[in-house]
């Protein structure tokens, strides 16, 4: 379902599927990067993307941020601490995309690395924004441009859902509020996206990383990108018109 950057439902957008067309010469892709809300399932579609296309996977290193489990259990104190950990983290991964991979030809990562300027965006106060701002202006322009963005979507209750089920205790205390505003920060951040592009995936009507007929259409649609923002129709869908 198509979103308006107040969250609200949009007419559909007209299916890329049915104006494009297989050519002999597809694009090569060199860098995918897969985003999404939180528990929207971008590591599952990386691994699932990198053992399809045989490429190198990179992994956001959440749970490897020592400031997280104090963030979720008191926001307010340590935000600009767990922001600013990611952004380095994040900045020090990026860095590895530019190293050559004599095995791989394609690389894929399960984030975007401006995504750290969403969260920003929702949980810094002001003073706090301004001074990550600084830093993070001076590590984007250092960082590798993808071939084209796969954004999964999912409702927050569908969100919640998926997190309470894979159980992480440091997840524990997040709040159906603070997913709804992460959400909505999303939706309006990548509404007019204009970037790179942007393949829009709605994972409450499929999941593309464990349905092989998707999966294999989904990537088709990613080698013939165009730009702006397109959004992918199910295959199953498709054949119930």
Do not use: W
Request: charged share 25%; hydrophobic share 40%; with cysteine.
């Amino acid at each position: 379902m198509r979103l308006t950057p107040n969250g609200e439902p949009a007419p559909l957008a007209v299916p890329i599927f049915d104006t494009v067309h297989l050519m002999d010469d597809e694009r090569q892709l060199t860098y995918i990067a897969v985003e999404g809300p939180i528990g929207v399932g971008k590591t599952t579609l990386a691994k699932a993307l990198g053992k399809a296309l045989d490429a190198r996977v990179i992994l956001e290193e959440a749970e490897d941020n020592p400031f997280l489990p104090h963030f979720y259990k008191n926001p307010t104190r340590y935000a600009l601490h767990t922001q600013l950990a990611f952004l380095v983290s994040r900045y020090r991964q990026q860095q590895e995309i530019y190293q050559r991979d004599l095995f791989h030809k394609t690389t894929v990562a399960d984030y975007l690395f401006e995504k750290d300027r969403i969260f920003a965006s929702v949980t810094l106060n002001e003073e706090e924004l301004h001074l990550y701002s600084r830093i993070a202006d001076l590590l984007q322009d250092a960082t590798p441009t993808p071939s084209i963005v796969v954004m999964l979507q999912a409702s927050a209750e569908a969100l919640m859902q998926r997190i309470r089920k894979r159980g992480r205790g440091f997840e524990a205390p997040m709040e159906l509020g603070y997913l709804q505003t992460v959400c909505e920060t999303y939706n309006r951040h990548f509404f007019d996206y204009t970037d790179v592009p942007l393949l829009v995936v709605n994972t409450d009507e499929v999941n593309v990383a464990t349905d092989e007929v998707e999966l294999q259409e989904l990537i088709r649609q990613m080698r013939q990108p165009r730009p702006g923002v397109q959004y992918y129709v199910p295959v199953s869908r498709r054949h119930n018109r």
